[in-house]
């Protein structure tokens, strides 16, 4: 079994390493991937601190999760492989970025007549619930009932969900346009590639594009991309089958992973999603496990 879309505290995560390592050796896990959010950081700490390869006897390949755009709508691209000392990582001051995406949201939230309490709705980069605006907006506003009616006129959401459902979604009043400090998607799959490693399009079924299984066609058959994430925790079976029969149809590699984050998506669990929703064996990956770096 394996999983290869997990994140630690080096991002949005809430595991340390050591604990990551310790559940993914209780659950037997093969092959792993620590995904961080533009973040090497839990490699780092690997090297700086040998002792705590020990805890998992599995495969760990060297990933990350980036993030691009495509036609302003947010996205990311799973780099696996890589040559973590190598790849340059687009550098964005993220706690201004958010400051000012939750301000549009806060006016967007007056205009609809929203209630939420000013003294709690900030950005803290040093408390876990407080680092992004979608996050901290979505929380916000699903603790008053007299949201509800409004929530349900312009889209229902959970505090995880909010980012995709509002935030990136340019039908929603929360849109907030940040594809203007994002890195371009050709100009990543090339940091990739000259880090040595692999670029998969990460859980492409999520996005809010209106025509997806377009979109996912155009983005696979024009882009330099050497694969795509097909199974996924919030992937329906359909969904599933059409992301594999892409890949097959554009040659191109199929990964998986249940995007766990510990505490901050609870409903997940590392190597089996959402009631057990997810198992991927490892013949999944044996096209090119042999093609990308591991520890």
Known sequence: MIDLHIHTNHSDGTDSVEELLKKAEEKKLE???????DSVGAYYELEEKPHLRKFFSGKIIIGS???TCYKRVPIEILGYGIDYKKIRIHEVDDEKMQKEILEQMKQAANKLGLVYDESSTYIDRNDLTKQWASFVMGTELLKYEENNNIIKEIGEFTPTSFF???????????????????IEINELISRIHE????????????YPFKNKDEILEEILSTTELDGMECIYTLFSEEEKQ???NLCKKYNKYMSG???YHAKNKPTIELGSGVNNNIKIDREFIKSWEDKVRYI
């Open 31 to 37: 092959v792993i991937s620590i995904t961080d959010h």
């Open 65 to 67: 999760e980036f993030k």
């Open 164 to 182: 995709r459902v509002h935030q990136s979604n340019f039908d929603s009043p929360f849109y907030a346009d940040e594809t203007q400090d994002s």
């Open 195 to 206: 880090a040595g490693g692999l670029a998969f399009l990460a859980h492409g079924y999520i």
């Open 242 to 244: 059409k992301a594999y």
């Open 257 to 259: 992973g249940t995007d």
